[in-house]
């Protein structure tokens, strides 16, 4: 765009660019029955006509709920900072260093 990203109103990235997650099969809303597609139904709606719903905020939690989801595997850490950061005992340290 251009414009560089500019949170949820970003057509490349906010909330208008999962309908491309949607349309390619890469999400999807799971469902059991009817009962269920009912409880998703403001959602659905939400998304559809954004930014023009008048309730937007499960629309807005499933657009960071993505981003963050999309975001983490860009930058995972280094397996010695996990490891620092868990605790790994030092036999269990050792054994990754053969």
């Known amino acids: ?3 560089g990203r500019q949170g949820k109103w970003d057509e490349e990235y906010g ?5 491309m997650l949607f349309s390619s099969g ?5 469902n059991a029955g009817p009962a269920d597609l009912t409880r998703l139904q403001p959602l659905i ?3 559809l006509i954004f930014p023009w719903s ?3 905020d499960g629309a807005i939690a499933l657009w960071l709920a993505n981003s963050q989801a999309n975001e983490s595997h860009r930058s ?9 950061k868990r605790g ?6 050792r054994r990754g260093r053969r």
Do not use: Y
């Open 54 to 56: 008048q309730v937007q």
């Open 45 to 47: 709606e939400d998304l």
């Open 88 to 93: 790994v005992p030092l036999v269990v340290t």
């Open 15 to 19: 909330i208008a660019a999962m309908e």
């Open 1 to 3: 765009s251009g414009k």
């Open 76 to 84: 995972l850490p280094s397996q010695e900072l996990i490891k620092q």
């Open 26 to 30: 890469l999400m999807a809303f799971a």
